[in-house]
């Protein structure tokens, strides 16, 4: 399978980056990272150039890395700076590659594509997650052994929440919601669902204080090129506009392993009830269960039965709620033959 490799994804939560060497494998790449004593985060191939041992398998002191195999030393830039062996000659190629990277949101982004092309501010906005002062929030990290665009298309078609969360998130009013797909560009699209004067989940309606009550709803889902997120989810009173209701924001950032596996980042903020310590509590393992209990069974369960296919239109049917993973895999593959040809030119 292949990815989009001028792009940004996340690599980890930057709390899970310290100083110790952590290990994750990103595209079907082994990427190698840690903290310097100076709070810079470091992402290089974790490969060692001399007998291909993992480095993650070595130690870290003074922001050097040395492999636990031969003794190789390298610095943070990825270059063999010592070679306890022989005559302790370095040779020309004795360096590993180094990842462009950005903290942004609380993630430690990559940039798995060339270099020259990485630009921060092309990371997609997740303003919830940088304003601590007004959002409380909650967040995880799973694996998954499904690929990433299994899961991408698990959030862009939300109509089987009515079903696979039917005892938590679930309600009658997800899957016939009026449903509009919008495109703002060739790296963004847009699904948002309106759920007019109904009921909503009983997990929801207890968060947003609104048990056994008829509200409008809406789930909106904004998709950025390659598999990053955000949804915004809210409720208010039926009639009454969104502003004068509740919104909680989450986000949904899928990072490919390999073909068939991949990292999954998610957050969600609440600028309600945030005082409420144990509801945090109570939403961190609610929210957990649905997506480990529920969402990865599933979406792993798929992926068995695919093998090594993958979905085509030819071999499916598809559904009013496909709308948006249509588009988006249709864009996503585009993006993937246009960049290949690129850098066949290259
Ligand atoms: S494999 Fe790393 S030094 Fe030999
Ligand atoms: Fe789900």
Not at 43 to 71: E, F, T
Not at 169 to 196: F, H, I, P, Y
Request: aromatic share 8%; glycine share 6%.
């Amino acid at each position: 399978m292949a990815f989009l490799k001028n792009a940004w994804y996340v690599a980890a939560w930057s709390d899970e980056i310290g100083p110790s060497l952590f290990y994750r494998r990103i595209l079907g790449e082994p990427v190698l990272m840690y903290r310097t004593e100076g709070g810079v985060a470091i992402a290089m191939s974790d490969r060692c150039p001399h007998r291909a041992a993992p480095l993650h398998r070595g130690s870290l002191k003074n922001d050097i890395v040395q492999c636990g195999y031969h003794g190789l030393k390298f610095d943070t830039s990825g270059s063999c700076i010592f070679n306890p062996q022989g005559s302790g000659a370095i040779p020309a190629k004795a360096r590993v590659r180094k990842y462009r990277t950005a903290e942004h949101y609380g993630a430690l982004w990559i940039w798995m594509g060339r270099d020259e092309l990485a630009d921060e501010n092309k990371i997609p906005a997740f303003d919830f997650l940088a304003n601590p002062d007004r959002y409380v929030t909650i967040k995880g990290y799973l694996h998954g052994n499904a690929s990433y665009q299994l899961v991408c298309d698990n959030i862009l078609d939300l109509s089987h929440v009515d079903f696979l969360h039917a005892q938590t998130l679930g309600c009658d009013a997800t899957a016939t919601a009026r449903t509009k797909v919008l495109q703002d560009s060739n790296t963004t699209v847009r699904c948002e669902r309106w759920m007019a004067d109904n009921f909503q989940g009983p997990l929801l309606s207890a968060l947003f204080e609104r048990v056994n009550q008829r509200v409008d709803a809406w789930v909106d889902v904004r998709w950025d090129a390659p598999s990053n997120m955000l949804l915004l989810y809210g409720m208010t009173d039926v009639g009454a506009s969104r502003a004068a209701g509740r919104e909680i924001p989450n986000a949904h950032l899928i990072t490919p392993e390999d073909d068939r596996s991949c990292h999954y980042f998610w957050a969600s903020g609440r600028d309600f009830r945030v005082a409420d310590t144990e509801l945090t509590q109570q939403l961190q393992v609610g929210v957990e269960m649905a997506f480990v209990a529920e969402d990865k069974p599933m979406i792993e369960a798929q992926q068995q039965m695919l093998g090594a296919s993958d979905l085509t239109p030819v071999d499916i049917i598809l559904l009013e709620g496909d709308a948006a993973t249509t588009r988006v895999r249709r864009l996503l593959g585009r993006l993937i033959d246009d960049e290949l040809k690129t850098e066949l030119n290259h």
